[in-house]
């Protein structure tokens, strides 16, 4: 073939190309009314305009995004379809019949009117807000607003309610009603009649110059029965106004309330984090066991879908909502716990009883079951310091570095030489007030909390061993499903180290809750694994936190058994300690003998390091750990606080 012949094929087939490439472009153009809704309806029904039958598909998209995008994680489009196309005054619209689902799958149908153009030969469709929806004007959204159903109660043993919804009452002042003395008899009124309650005058009035125009300054928020206390005193004061409210409240003020947690309505800031995880009017668990519990507790999440309006159209008010469909909503399933409503009110008011931050857990050792919860601290609201913290454990842990020597052969009645200092690896370890007991039993060691026979006897045992120990003891489960750490007890070889840890120093870090356990496995003689939350919400727990239920030592594995005998022999010098040893104040508690061990647990840098103060132990089947923090000596703070528990319970 000649290079003129070529030259003319390969022109003739890039023509014949170009003519292929047209006639399939025309075709892809909508020719009838029908194939232009049919083709518009696909589109929105996958969110995504992509035919060709939108006059400017990037401003069509953008359009169909922003008018939908409030609908997010909560509301999906699962139809269009095109029911009926219609022309009258010279104007075609197709009518599209659209469906939405909540998550539940609930649905939420309605028809609106889309403009079809006729342009030559072709149709066009044009996306309007109120094409996407009949309510909707220009400029306009879809906005979401939470519908939530009733929250989910926490129950204790036997039922009993726990935490619920309450109504609660709002105070607040206007600023340009109040009188002269209004501030001062409020602030005066509300301290007087409301416990604890410590309102500072001088804030307010900063509060209210501070205040723009007429704005409201809140207060205070009361239960309703506080309310009553102080009405006779603030209702009639002007410029102070009310409001009822309901919010989710502990059954008496203070009740467990570091653990049960709180509740309240979604702020901009946790709306901005979620994603589209929540929305305004969603109430969110803020702490505890309502953050923890919180999907369970919330229920599914109901919303109500509204129309808002073009903002340039504001006029300066706020925007108008229009309410399109509220679906169904549905309240929150409850939450069973473990807590004792007598044994709660005993460890709240022990630990109230503290000078400083205190935590007090109490801990049934027959079945594990955790019975009270209690977190004080003087100076304002009490984090969760006996189910989260994480402080050395000082002389408790004795009570695990002993079983490991128990297991490694000592008995009780060896002797083990008590001198004021011990050297080990060059660090000089002493005892408490330079206590010097000389040689005397383990058991007599253990009674007085001797630091330097403990140190000394390091070398019989690993660091494996003391760990084991520890999870034999149950301080190493796993309780991140409820929120909750244990303990972390590290296998250090270096000498030092490893001396350290048999008195509750080194690298040791435990929280109350693994003390309490700790206490509560030797009384029972086997490992035991602290149960706070019950049935299939625990379940449901374990399983989003990918954890198995059972006894474990924090990496899984199953930790050696307890030795029943080797427990007993801990439980008689338990007893000792209470009988002739550091917490002999524990000896004329009503009932049973109290079995215990004191701890003083150094942190910090200082010279002398300040301490905290510790005490765990049991009396028949109720074990207990308290925690000062900065207490000092654990016969001097800690040991006080146990005596008013195990008075109250008895």
């Known amino acids: 073939m000649s290079k003129k012949s070529r030259v003319w094929l390969a022109g003739a087939l890039v023509l014949v190309l170009l003519l292929g490439?047209?006639?399939?472009?025309?075709?892809?153009?909508?020719?009838?009314?029908?194939?232009?809704?049919?083709?518009?309806?696909?589109?929105?029904?996958?969110?995504?305009?992509?035919?060709?039958?939108?006059?400017?598909?990037?401003?069509?998209?953008?359009?169909f995004d922003r008018v939908t995008k409030a609908l997010g994680k909560r509301v999906d489009l699962r139809s269009v379809t095109v029911d009926d196309i219609t022309e009258a005054e010279g104007r075609t619209v197709a009518t599209l019949d659209w469906s939405w689902a909540n998550?539940?799958?609930?649905?939420?149908?309605?028809?609106?009117?889309?403009?079809?153009?006729?342009?030559?030969?072709?149709?066009?469709?044009?996306?309007?807000e109120t094409a996407i929806h009949p309510k909707l004007g220009k400029g306009g959204r879809f906005v979401l607003r939470a519908n939530p159903g009733g929250r989910g109660k926490i129950l204790g043993a036997d039922g009993e309610v726990l935490m619920a919804e309450g109504k609660v009452i709002d105070i607040g002042v206007h600023p340009s009603r109040l009188e002269p003395d209004t501030i001062g008899r409020l602030v005066s009124g509300l301290n007087d009649g409301v416990d604890s309650l410590d309102l500072d005058a001088a804030d307010l009035e900063k509060s209210v110059d501070d205040a723009a125009g007429n704005q409201l300054v809140p207060v205070v928020t009361l239960r309703e029965d506080d309310y009553r206390s102080v009405k006779s005193a603030i209702h009639h004061l002007p410029g102070v106004l009310f409001s009822e409210d309901t919010q989710t409240l502990t059954r008496s003020r203070g009740f467990a309330q570091a653990t049960l947690g709180s509740a309240g309505a979604a702020s901009a800031e946790d709306i901005e984090k979620s994603e589209g995880e929540i929305i305004a009017g969603d109430i969110v668990g803020r702490t505890g066991l309502q953050k923890t519990f919180d999907s369970r507790l919330s229920g599914p999440g109901s919303v109500e879908v509204f129309a808002k309006g073009d903002p340039t159209d504001d006029k300066g008010g706020k925007t108008k909502l229009t309410s399109l469909h509220a679906f169904d909503s549905q309240d929150g399933e409850d939450l069973e716990t473990t807590f004792d409503v007598d044994i709660q009110t005993a460890a709240d008011d022990a630990a109230a009883t503290a000078k400083k931050p205190a935590a007090v857990v109490a801990i049934r050792p027959s079945d594990g079951h955790v019975l009270a919860v209690a977190n004080h601290?003087?100076?304002?609201?009490?984090?969760?310091?006996?189910?989260?913290?994480?402080?050395?454990?000082?002389?408790?842990?004795?009570?695990?570095?002993?079983?490991?020597?128990?297991d490694a052969g000592v008995k009780p009645e060896d002797d083990i030489a008590c001198p004021k200092t011990v050297n080990i690896g060059g660090k000089s370890f002493k005892n408490a007030e330079d206590e010097?007991?000389?040689?005397?039993?383990?058991?007599?060691?253990?009674?007085?909390?001797?630091?330097?026979?403990?140190?000394?006897?390091?070398?019989?045992?690993?660091?494996?061993?003391?760990?084991?120990?520890?999870?034999?003891?149950?301080?190493?489960?796993?309780?991140?499903?409820?929120?909750?750490k244990m303990a972390s007890v590290p296998a250090d070889d270096d000498e030092v180290t490893h001396a350290a840890q048999m008195i509750g120093q080194g690298?040791?870090?435990?929280?109350?809750?693994?003390?309490?356990?700790?206490?509560?496995?030797?009384?029972?003689?086997?490992?035991?694994?602290?149960?706070?939350?019950?049935?299939?919400?625990?379940?449901?727990?374990?399983?989003?936190?990918?954890?198995?239920?059972?006894?474990?030592?924090?990496?899984?594995?199953?930790?050696?058994?307890?030795?029943?005998?080797?427990?007993?022999?801990?439980?008689?010098?338990?007893?000792?300690?209470?009988?002739?040893?550091?917490?002999?104040?524990?000896?004329?508690?009503?009932?049973?003998?109290?079995?215990?061990?004191?701890?003083?647990?150094?942190?910090?840098?200082?010279?002398?390091?300040?301490?905290?103060?510790?005490?765990?132990?049991?009396?028949?089947?109720?074990?207990v750990a308290v925690l000062v923090e900065d207490g000092g000596f654990g016969a001097e703070a800690a040991v006080p606080v146990a005596h008013e528990f195990f008075d109250s319970v008895n």
């Open 21 to 63: 490439a047209g006639v399939f472009a025309l075709f892809r153009l909508p020719m009838t009314k029908s194939s232009a809704a049919e083709a518009a309806a696909h589109d929105l029904a996958e969110e995504q305009l992509n035919s060709d039958v939108w006059h400017q598909k990037d401003l069509a998209q953008g359009l």
């Open 507 to 623: 690298k040791v870090q435990t929280s109350p809750l693994a003390v309490a356990t700790m206490a509560a496995s030797v009384e029972a003689g086997e490992t035991i694994t602290p149960q706070l939350v019950l049935g299939e919400a625990l379940d449901e727990a374990k399983s989003d936190d990918g954890q198995g239920a059972g006894k474990g030592t924090g990496d899984g594995s199953e930790p050696p058994s307890l030795d029943a005998d080797a427990a007993k022999e801990i439980s008689t010098m338990m007893a000792k300690v209470v009988t002739e040893g550091t917490a002999t104040a524990l000896k004329d508690v009503p009932g049973d003998p109290v079995h215990g061990k004191t701890g003083t647990a150094e942190y910090g840098e200082e010279t002398p390091p300040r301490t905290h103060s510790w005490f765990a132990g049991f009396q028949e089947d109720l074990a």
């Open 103 to 128: 998550n539940d799958g609930e649905s939420w149908e309605y028809s609106s009117q889309l403009p079809l153009e006729k342009n030559g030969l072709f149709w066009w469709a044009d996306l309007t």
């Open 436 to 484: 010097v007991l000389g040689t005397v039993s383990f058991a007599d060691d253990f009674a007085h909390s001797c630091n330097t026979a403990f140190v000394s006897s390091a070398d019989k045992v690993t660091g494996d061993e003391v760990a084991d120990a520890a999870a034999q003891l149950g301080m190493l489960g796993d309780t991140s499903a409820i929120g909750a």
């Open 377 to 406: 601290d003087p100076a304002g609201a009490a984090w969760d310091r006996a189910l989260g913290g994480q402080y050395p454990p000082g002389s408790v842990f004795k009570i695990a570095s002993g079983l490991a020597l128990l």
